[in-house]
T-cell receptor, first 114, second 114 residues
Framework: DAGITQSPRHKVTETGTPVTLRCHQTENHRYMYWYRQDPGHGLRLIHYSYGVKDTDKGEVSDGYSVSRSKTEDFLLTLESATSSQTSVYFC?????????????FGEGSRLTVL | KNQVEQSPQSLIILEGKNCTLQCNYTVSPFSNLRWYKQDTGRGPVSLTIMTFSENTKSNGRYTATLDADTKQSSLHITASQLSDSASYICVVSGLSGGSYIPTFGRGTSLIVHP
């Protein structure tokens, strides 16, 4: 199994509070992604990173920010959580240089915003 | 806009039977297509990866086909088992603005009954 660790795995918070989810990899892969998964929508890309300090927005980036200060860590921050951000968040990694482009996913972080 | 459509949305079959899941895409330029299996409460795991030149790829009882001309793919499951109950996600990847971005289908939920 790819070395991807998400933390926390479960979190309940209140509307308006800041939340940070962490993704840690031990594979030294270049690309890291944050997705959210909701019923009826499948996996939707929030933000992704193609290197240290190199990030870009995905299709549902509003209300989220990310940071990648080192290869192994990719942080997703909700500055002021809203109930619409209740979801399961998945981190994924990929090493495009291997040309397969396979995504390896973490186990997910379930966030509930009350 | 890149899109991936999967059908059916859900499927119920009896153990031991075969089934076929469909994926149609409009991603361009095309890089590769992958099928993922996602067990309940877990992250997706890759089943098969196919590039433009590959028509068929097998992984045990799973066989994926790709028709790059019609932009269609199928995942055939032979002699289904209870452990095949999961969501199956089609992911099509293409280069966009110099970055590698996968586009996800919403998945087909498969339930295998004894």
């Amino acid at each position: 199994d790819a070395g991807i660790t998400q933390s926390p795995r479960h979190k309940v918070t209140e509307t308006g509070t800041p939340v940070t989810l962490r993704c840690h990899q031990t594979e030294n892969h270049r690309y890291m992604y944050w997705y959210r998964q909701d019923p009826g929508h499948g996996l939707r890309l929030i933000h992704y990173s193609y290197g240290v300090k190199d990030t870009d927005k995905g299709e549902v980036s509003d209300g989220y920010s990310v940071s990648r200060s080192k290869t192994e860590d990719f942080l997703l921050t909700l500055e002021s959580a809203t109930s619409s951000q209740t979801s399961v968040y998945f981190c994924a990694i990929s090493d495009v240089s291997r040309t397969t482009g396979e995504l390896f996913f973490g186990e997910g972080s379930r966030l509930t915003v009350l | 806009k890149n899109q991936v459509e999967q059908s059916p949305q859900s499927l119920i079959i009896l153990e031991g039977k075969n089934c076929t899941l469909q994926c149609n895409y409009t991603v361009s330029p095309f890089s590769n297509l992958r099928w993922y299996k996602q067990d309940t409460g877990r992250g997706p795991v890759s089943l098969t990866i196919m590039t433009f030149s590959e028509n068929t790829k097998s992984n045990g009882r799973y066989t994926a086909t790709l028709d790059a001309d019609t932009k269609q793919s199928s995942l055939h499951i032979t002699a289904s088992q209870l452990s095949d109950s999961a969501s199956y996600i089609c992911v099509v990847s293409g280069l966009s603005g110099g970055s590698y971005i996968p586009t996800f289908g919403r998945g087909t939920s498969l339930i295998v009954h004894p």
